[in-house]
Protein backbone atom coordinates (compact mmCIF):
# COMPACT_ATOMS: atom_id res chain seq x y z
CA UNK A 1 0.00 0.00 0.00
CA UNK A 2 1.46 3.62 -0.74
CA UNK A 3 1.16 6.43 1.94
CA UNK A 4 -0.93 8.30 1.98
CA UNK A 5 -0.06 11.27 -0.79
CA UNK A 6 -3.27 13.08 -1.76
CA UNK A 7 -6.14 13.45 1.11
CA UNK A 8 -9.63 13.79 -0.28
CA UNK A 9 -13.04 14.81 1.62
CA UNK A 10 -15.89 13.06 0.17
CA UNK A 11 -19.35 13.74 0.91
CA UNK A 12 -23.19 12.11 0.45
CA UNK A 13 -26.45 12.49 1.24
CA UNK A 14 -26.50 8.48 1.47
CA UNK A 15 -24.69 6.24 2.34
CA UNK A 16 -24.21 2.47 4.51
CA UNK A 17 -26.90 1.29 6.06
CA UNK A 18 -28.96 2.76 3.12
CA UNK A 19 -28.53 0.12 0.79
CA UNK A 20 -28.08 1.72 -3.39
CA UNK A 21 -25.46 1.99 -6.16
CA UNK A 22 -24.02 5.02 -4.36
CA UNK A 23 -22.88 3.60 -0.89
CA UNK A 24 -21.55 0.93 -2.84
CA UNK A 25 -19.61 2.62 -4.96
CA UNK A 26 -18.56 4.84 -2.49
CA UNK A 27 -17.30 1.95 -0.31
CA UNK A 28 -15.58 0.12 -3.17
CA UNK A 29 -13.49 3.46 -4.19
CA UNK A 30 -12.78 4.12 -0.20
CA UNK A 31 -11.16 1.15 0.11
CA UNK A 32 -9.11 0.48 -2.85
CA UNK A 33 -7.96 4.19 -2.87
CA UNK A 34 -5.63 3.38 -0.13
CA UNK A 35 -3.66 1.46 -2.02
CA UNK A 36 -3.53 4.19 -4.29
CA UNK A 37 -2.24 6.83 -1.68
CA UNK A 38 -5.03 8.35 -1.64
CA UNK A 39 -6.52 9.27 2.01
CA UNK A 40 -10.65 9.37 1.87
CA UNK A 41 -13.28 10.43 4.67
CA UNK A 42 -16.52 10.73 4.16
CA UNK A 43 -19.46 13.00 5.36
CA UNK A 44 -22.77 10.99 5.25
CA UNK A 45 -26.26 11.21 7.54
CA UNK A 46 -26.40 9.57 10.67
CA UNK A 47 -29.25 6.92 10.64
CA UNK A 48 -30.78 5.33 13.14
CA UNK A 49 -28.61 1.84 12.73
CA UNK A 50 -25.01 1.95 12.84
CA UNK A 51 -22.77 1.22 10.40
CA UNK A 52 -18.59 2.20 9.50
CA UNK A 53 -15.92 0.75 7.41
CA UNK A 54 -14.21 4.13 5.53
CA UNK A 55 -13.56 6.91 7.61
CA UNK A 56 -16.81 8.41 8.31
CA UNK A 57 -18.00 11.65 9.79
CA UNK A 58 -21.76 11.41 10.65
CA UNK A 59 -24.05 14.45 10.22
CA UNK A 60 -27.71 14.36 12.52
CA UNK A 61 -30.31 13.97 10.09
CA UNK A 62 -34.29 13.91 10.07
CA UNK A 63 -36.44 11.56 8.00
CA UNK A 64 -37.55 12.44 4.68
CA UNK A 65 -41.75 12.30 4.65
CA UNK A 66 -41.85 11.05 1.07
CA UNK A 67 -39.09 8.90 1.53
CA UNK A 68 -38.72 6.86 4.09
CA UNK A 69 -35.39 4.84 3.17
CA UNK A 70 -33.40 8.57 3.17
CA UNK A 71 -31.84 11.43 5.55
CA UNK A 72 -31.67 15.07 5.36
CA UNK A 73 -28.50 16.18 7.05
CA UNK A 74 -28.83 19.52 8.96
CA UNK A 75 -27.51 22.44 7.05
CA UNK A 76 -25.52 23.73 10.65
CA UNK A 77 -23.97 20.94 11.54
CA UNK A 78 -22.95 19.64 7.78
CA UNK A 79 -21.95 23.30 7.14
CA UNK A 80 -19.54 23.44 10.28
CA UNK A 81 -18.30 19.74 9.29
CA UNK A 82 -17.84 20.05 6.02
CA UNK A 83 -15.67 23.50 6.91
CA UNK A 84 -13.44 22.19 9.70
CA UNK A 85 -12.64 18.69 7.41
CA UNK A 86 -12.01 21.28 4.43
CA UNK A 87 -9.13 23.36 6.36
CA UNK A 88 -7.72 20.52 7.98
CA UNK A 89 -5.26 19.43 5.05
CA UNK A 90 -7.81 18.47 2.53
CA UNK A 91 -6.48 18.41 -1.36
CA UNK A 92 -9.57 18.32 -2.89
CA UNK A 93 -13.35 17.15 -2.34
CA UNK A 94 -15.17 15.03 -4.28
CA UNK A 95 -19.34 14.69 -4.17
CA UNK A 96 -21.49 11.95 -4.69
CA UNK A 97 -25.15 13.27 -4.68
CA UNK A 98 -26.90 16.61 -5.76
CA UNK A 99 -28.47 17.45 -2.40
CA UNK A 100 -26.96 19.05 0.60
CA UNK A 101 -24.11 17.29 0.53
CA UNK A 102 -23.28 19.65 -3.18
CA UNK A 103 -23.87 23.19 -1.66
CA UNK A 104 -21.84 22.34 1.47
CA UNK A 105 -18.74 20.61 -0.52
CA UNK A 106 -19.46 23.54 -2.66
CA UNK A 107 -19.23 26.05 -0.11
CA UNK A 108 -16.62 24.33 1.50
CA UNK A 109 -14.34 24.41 -1.74
CA UNK A 110 -14.88 27.78 -2.48
CA UNK A 111 -13.73 29.43 0.73
CA UNK A 112 -10.50 27.49 1.50
CA UNK A 113 -9.60 27.28 -2.86
CA UNK A 114 -9.93 23.30 -3.43
CA UNK A 115 -10.69 21.97 -6.19
CA UNK A 116 -14.36 20.10 -6.25
CA UNK A 117 -15.75 16.87 -8.86
CA UNK A 118 -18.87 14.83 -8.47
CA UNK A 119 -20.03 11.79 -9.53
CA UNK A 120 -23.09 12.05 -11.40
CA UNK A 121 -24.76 8.68 -10.16
CA UNK A 122 -28.35 9.28 -10.82
CA UNK A 123 -30.70 9.97 -13.94
CA UNK A 124 -32.96 12.08 -12.13
CA UNK A 125 -35.24 13.20 -14.65
CA UNK A 126 -36.47 9.83 -14.94
CA UNK A 127 -36.43 9.10 -10.72
CA UNK A 128 -38.46 12.02 -10.06
CA UNK A 129 -41.62 11.04 -11.32
CA UNK A 130 -42.25 8.52 -9.34
CA UNK A 131 -41.92 10.81 -5.96
CA UNK A 132 -43.19 13.47 -6.91
CA UNK A 133 -46.31 12.40 -9.18
CA UNK A 134 -48.53 15.57 -8.29
CA UNK A 135 -46.12 17.51 -11.07
CA UNK A 136 -46.68 16.66 -14.90
CA UNK A 137 -44.03 15.01 -15.80
CA UNK A 138 -42.52 17.64 -18.36
CA UNK A 139 -42.33 20.08 -15.56
CA UNK A 140 -40.28 17.69 -13.85
CA UNK A 141 -37.98 16.92 -16.57
CA UNK A 142 -37.57 19.83 -17.29
CA UNK A 143 -36.69 20.66 -14.01
CA UNK A 144 -34.03 18.47 -13.35
CA UNK A 145 -32.13 18.68 -16.57
CA UNK A 146 -31.80 22.66 -15.59
CA UNK A 147 -30.65 21.81 -12.08
CA UNK A 148 -28.30 18.86 -13.42
CA UNK A 149 -26.60 21.40 -16.17
CA UNK A 150 -26.58 23.90 -12.74
CA UNK A 151 -25.03 22.03 -10.47
CA UNK A 152 -22.25 20.36 -12.86
CA UNK A 153 -21.23 23.62 -14.14
CA UNK A 154 -20.04 24.52 -11.23
CA UNK A 155 -17.60 22.02 -10.44
CA UNK A 156 -14.09 21.62 -11.86
CA UNK A 157 -15.11 17.85 -13.26
CA UNK A 158 -18.16 15.84 -13.88
CA UNK A 159 -17.03 11.89 -13.31
CA UNK A 160 -19.49 10.01 -15.33
CA UNK A 161 -20.26 6.01 -14.99
CA UNK A 162 -21.25 5.22 -18.28
CA UNK A 163 -21.11 6.83 -22.34
CA UNK A 164 -24.60 6.49 -22.07
CA UNK A 165 -24.35 9.14 -19.10
CA UNK A 166 -22.06 11.95 -20.37
CA UNK A 167 -24.26 11.77 -23.73
CA UNK A 168 -27.15 12.46 -21.40
CA UNK A 169 -25.30 15.55 -19.76
CA UNK A 170 -24.12 16.32 -23.01
CA UNK A 171 -28.03 16.65 -24.18
CA UNK A 172 -28.70 18.34 -21.11
CA UNK A 173 -25.91 20.98 -22.19
CA UNK A 174 -23.54 20.71 -19.97
CA UNK A 175 -19.91 22.73 -20.19
CA UNK A 176 -18.09 21.33 -17.58
CA UNK A 177 -15.10 18.71 -18.31
CA UNK A 178 -16.77 15.56 -18.13
CA UNK A 179 -14.73 12.03 -17.57
CA UNK A 180 -16.09 8.13 -17.92
CA UNK A 181 -15.38 5.93 -14.92
CA UNK A 182 -17.52 3.07 -13.78
CA UNK A 183 -17.46 1.77 -10.85
CA UNK A 184 -15.26 -1.16 -10.19
CA UNK A 185 -16.82 -4.56 -8.52
CA UNK A 186 -14.59 -6.88 -6.31
CA UNK A 187 -14.74 -9.84 -8.72
CA UNK A 188 -13.43 -12.39 -6.54
CA UNK A 189 -16.10 -11.64 -3.80
CA UNK A 190 -18.84 -12.91 -6.40
CA UNK A 191 -17.47 -16.16 -7.74
CA UNK A 192 -17.69 -18.53 -4.80
CA UNK A 193 -20.89 -18.54 -3.59
CA UNK A 194 -22.93 -21.82 -2.51
CA UNK A 195 -26.19 -21.81 -4.53
CA UNK A 196 -27.36 -25.20 -2.48
CA UNK A 197 -26.85 -23.49 0.63
CA UNK A 198 -29.20 -20.27 -0.33
CA UNK A 199 -31.86 -23.26 -2.21
CA UNK A 200 -31.83 -25.16 0.85
CA UNK A 201 -32.33 -21.89 3.18
CA UNK A 202 -35.40 -20.89 1.03
CA UNK A 203 -36.82 -24.11 0.76
CA UNK A 204 -36.34 -24.12 -3.14
CA UNK A 205 -36.01 -27.27 -4.92
CA UNK A 206 -32.18 -28.00 -6.53
CA UNK A 207 -33.38 -28.07 -9.81
CA UNK A 208 -36.18 -25.61 -9.92
CA UNK A 209 -35.41 -23.06 -12.90
CA UNK A 210 -35.10 -19.84 -10.82
CA UNK A 211 -34.53 -16.13 -12.26
CA UNK A 212 -33.17 -13.32 -9.74
CA UNK A 213 -33.55 -9.83 -9.10
CA UNK A 214 -31.14 -7.81 -7.05
CA UNK A 215 -31.58 -4.48 -6.32
CA UNK A 216 -33.88 -1.65 -4.55
CA UNK A 217 -37.45 -2.86 -4.47
CA UNK A 218 -38.30 0.56 -5.63
CA UNK A 219 -40.68 2.01 -8.32
CA UNK A 220 -37.88 3.31 -10.55
CA UNK A 221 -36.87 0.04 -10.52
CA UNK A 222 -39.42 -1.58 -13.23
CA UNK A 223 -39.71 -4.97 -11.32
CA UNK A 224 -43.79 -4.69 -12.30
CA UNK A 225 -42.93 -5.00 -15.61
CA UNK A 226 -40.79 -8.38 -14.57
CA UNK A 227 -43.91 -10.02 -12.44
CA UNK A 228 -45.98 -9.44 -15.45
CA UNK A 229 -42.89 -10.94 -18.02
CA UNK A 230 -43.33 -14.00 -15.24
CA UNK A 231 -47.43 -14.32 -16.20
CA UNK A 232 -45.87 -15.22 -20.15
CA UNK A 233 -42.46 -17.18 -19.12
CA UNK A 234 -44.86 -19.61 -16.83
CA UNK A 235 -46.70 -20.77 -20.23
CA UNK A 236 -43.47 -22.05 -21.51
CA UNK A 237 -41.68 -23.11 -18.00
CA UNK A 238 -44.40 -23.30 -15.48
CA UNK A 239 -42.48 -24.24 -13.09
CA UNK A 240 -39.95 -20.78 -13.12
CA UNK A 241 -39.59 -19.15 -9.99
CA UNK A 242 -38.47 -15.07 -9.71
CA UNK A 243 -36.78 -14.07 -6.35
CA UNK A 244 -36.03 -10.63 -5.43
CA UNK A 245 -33.67 -9.81 -3.12
CA UNK A 246 -33.86 -6.62 -2.05
CA UNK A 247 -35.94 -3.81 -0.28
CA UNK A 248 -37.53 -0.58 -0.84
CA UNK A 249 -40.70 1.86 -0.84
CA UNK A 250 -42.27 -0.46 -3.62
CA UNK A 251 -42.29 -3.44 -1.93
CA UNK A 252 -46.10 -3.53 -0.43
CA UNK A 253 -47.15 -2.69 -4.10
CA UNK A 254 -45.06 -5.09 -5.73
CA UNK A 255 -46.32 -8.30 -3.31
CA UNK A 256 -49.72 -6.84 -4.39
CA UNK A 257 -49.55 -7.27 -7.38
CA UNK A 258 -47.71 -10.47 -7.10
CA UNK A 259 -50.98 -12.18 -5.93
CA UNK A 260 -53.68 -9.84 -8.54
CA UNK A 261 -51.70 -11.63 -10.89
CA UNK A 262 -51.64 -15.21 -9.18
CA UNK A 263 -48.09 -15.48 -9.31
CA UNK A 264 -47.89 -16.32 -5.49
CA UNK A 265 -46.15 -19.70 -5.73
CA UNK A 266 -43.87 -18.26 -8.36
CA UNK A 267 -42.72 -14.97 -6.80
CA UNK A 268 -40.37 -15.10 -3.56
CA UNK A 269 -39.27 -11.83 -1.60
CA UNK A 270 -36.49 -12.66 -0.18
CA UNK A 271 -35.36 -8.92 1.16
CA UNK A 272 -31.96 -8.03 1.93
CA UNK A 273 -29.01 -10.04 1.86
CA UNK A 274 -26.24 -9.61 3.77
CA UNK A 275 -23.46 -8.71 0.91
CA UNK A 276 -20.28 -11.15 2.61
CA UNK A 277 -22.08 -14.58 2.38
CA UNK A 278 -26.00 -14.59 1.85
CA UNK A 279 -25.53 -12.31 -1.61
CA UNK A 280 -22.74 -14.42 -3.47
CA UNK A 281 -24.92 -17.52 -2.15
CA UNK A 282 -28.38 -16.35 -3.95
CA UNK A 283 -26.02 -15.30 -7.39
CA UNK A 284 -24.95 -18.87 -7.28
CA UNK A 285 -28.15 -20.16 -6.66
CA UNK A 286 -30.10 -18.75 -10.15
CA UNK A 287 -29.82 -20.02 -13.27
CA UNK A 288 -30.54 -16.29 -15.21
CA UNK A 289 -30.50 -12.57 -14.06
CA UNK A 290 -33.40 -10.78 -15.14
CA UNK A 291 -33.72 -7.11 -15.17
CA UNK A 292 -35.65 -4.30 -16.47
CA UNK A 293 -34.72 -1.29 -15.05
CA UNK A 294 -34.65 2.03 -17.47
CA UNK A 295 -33.49 4.43 -15.04
CA UNK A 296 -29.64 2.79 -14.10
CA UNK A 297 -26.57 4.62 -14.85
CA UNK A 298 -24.32 1.54 -14.94
CA UNK A 299 -25.69 -1.39 -13.82
CA UNK A 300 -23.32 -2.33 -10.59
CA UNK A 301 -25.86 -5.24 -10.11
CA UNK A 302 -25.36 -7.08 -13.58
CA UNK A 303 -21.14 -7.14 -13.50
CA UNK A 304 -22.08 -8.84 -9.93
CA UNK A 305 -24.53 -11.26 -10.84
CA UNK A 306 -21.42 -11.81 -14.30
CA UNK A 307 -19.20 -12.19 -11.89
CA UNK A 308 -20.75 -14.67 -10.50
CA UNK A 309 -21.22 -17.15 -13.53
CA UNK A 310 -24.89 -15.76 -13.70
CA UNK A 311 -25.81 -15.10 -17.30
CA UNK A 312 -27.95 -11.78 -17.84
CA UNK A 313 -30.95 -11.24 -19.14
CA UNK A 314 -32.55 -7.08 -19.13
CA UNK A 315 -32.82 -4.19 -21.07
CA UNK A 316 -30.15 -2.52 -22.61
CA UNK A 317 -31.40 1.31 -21.82
CA UNK A 318 -29.04 4.13 -20.63
CA UNK A 319 -25.93 2.68 -18.57
CA UNK A 320 -26.80 -0.76 -18.90
CA UNK A 321 -26.61 -0.50 -22.48
CA UNK A 322 -22.90 -0.20 -22.17
CA UNK A 323 -22.72 -3.76 -20.45
CA UNK A 324 -25.28 -5.93 -22.22
CA UNK A 325 -24.14 -6.99 -25.16
CA UNK A 326 -22.97 -9.91 -27.61
CA UNK A 327 -20.11 -12.19 -25.94
CA UNK A 328 -20.36 -10.38 -22.39
CA UNK A 329 -22.13 -12.62 -21.20
CA UNK A 330 -25.22 -11.00 -21.38
CA UNK A 331 -28.34 -11.25 -23.65
CA UNK A 332 -30.51 -8.06 -24.46
CA UNK A 333 -33.99 -8.66 -23.66
CA UNK A 334 -36.97 -7.54 -25.93
CA UNK A 335 -38.86 -4.07 -24.30
CA UNK A 336 -42.98 -5.61 -24.02
CA UNK A 337 -43.59 -7.57 -20.92
CA UNK A 338 -44.79 -10.91 -23.47
CA UNK A 339 -41.75 -10.63 -25.81
CA UNK A 340 -39.46 -10.63 -22.18
CA UNK A 341 -41.17 -13.40 -20.84
CA UNK A 342 -40.93 -15.56 -23.74
CA UNK A 343 -37.79 -15.02 -24.09
CA UNK A 344 -36.77 -15.61 -20.30
CA UNK A 345 -38.18 -18.94 -20.49
CA UNK A 346 -36.67 -19.84 -24.05
CA UNK A 347 -32.91 -18.81 -22.61
CA UNK A 348 -33.61 -20.91 -19.40
CA UNK A 349 -34.59 -23.69 -21.63
CA UNK A 350 -31.35 -23.86 -23.37
CA UNK A 351 -28.54 -24.80 -21.43
CA UNK A 352 -25.49 -24.85 -23.65
CA UNK A 353 -26.42 -21.41 -24.46
CA UNK A 354 -26.71 -20.39 -20.70
CA UNK A 355 -22.81 -22.47 -20.29
CA UNK A 356 -21.97 -20.25 -22.95
CA UNK A 357 -23.04 -17.24 -21.59
CA UNK A 358 -21.50 -18.34 -17.77
CA UNK A 359 -17.87 -18.26 -19.18
CA UNK A 360 -18.49 -14.78 -21.43
CA UNK A 361 -19.87 -13.17 -18.39
CA UNK A 362 -16.81 -14.31 -16.19
CA UNK A 363 -14.67 -13.13 -18.59
CA UNK A 364 -16.12 -9.47 -19.06
CA UNK A 365 -16.74 -9.10 -15.55
CA UNK A 366 -12.88 -9.30 -14.57
CA UNK A 367 -12.60 -6.33 -17.07
CA UNK A 368 -13.82 -4.43 -14.53
CA UNK A 369 -12.06 -5.30 -11.79
CA UNK A 370 -12.30 -2.76 -8.65
CA UNK A 371 -8.77 -2.18 -7.78
CA UNK A 372 -7.92 -0.73 -11.52
CA UNK A 373 -11.20 1.66 -11.38
CA UNK A 374 -9.28 3.08 -8.37
CA UNK A 375 -5.95 3.66 -10.04
CA UNK A 376 -7.72 5.11 -12.84
CA UNK A 377 -9.82 7.74 -10.39
CA UNK A 378 -6.79 8.22 -8.42
CA UNK A 379 -5.28 9.31 -11.36
CA UNK A 380 -7.75 11.89 -11.92
CA UNK A 381 -7.49 13.42 -8.95
CA UNK A 382 -3.53 13.99 -9.47
CA UNK A 383 -4.29 15.68 -12.74
CA UNK A 384 -6.74 17.99 -11.03
CA UNK A 385 -5.03 18.80 -8.12
CA UNK A 386 -1.51 19.78 -9.66
Given amino acids: MKPPSLRVLMLS ?21 AGEGVAVRLIAPAY ?18 FDPEDRLMRWRPLRRITDTLAAEG ?14 AGLKAARKHGLRIVATYHTHFEEYIQHYLPVLPRAVLKTAARALARHQCDTLDAVIVPSEAMRATLDEYGV ?22 RFRAKYGIEPERPLALYVGRVAHEKNIDFLLKALGHALWQLP ?26 EHVRFVGYLDRQQELPDCYAAA ?37 VGPGRGAVAAPADPEGFGHGL ?28 RARQLAALYRQLVV
Fill in 345 to 372: AALLADRPRLACLTREGRDFARLWSAPE
Fill in 287 to 323: NVFAFASRTETQGLVLLEAMAAGLPVYALAHLGTASI
Fill in 48 to 65: PQAFGDVATWRVPSRQLP
Fill in 239 to 264: ELLLVIAGEGPALGHLQQLAASLSLD
Fill in 90 to 103: TDLIHIHTPFAAHY
Fill in 175 to 196: KAPMHVLPTGIPVQHFENGDGR
Fill in 13 to 33: DVYFPRINGVSTSIQTFGTDL
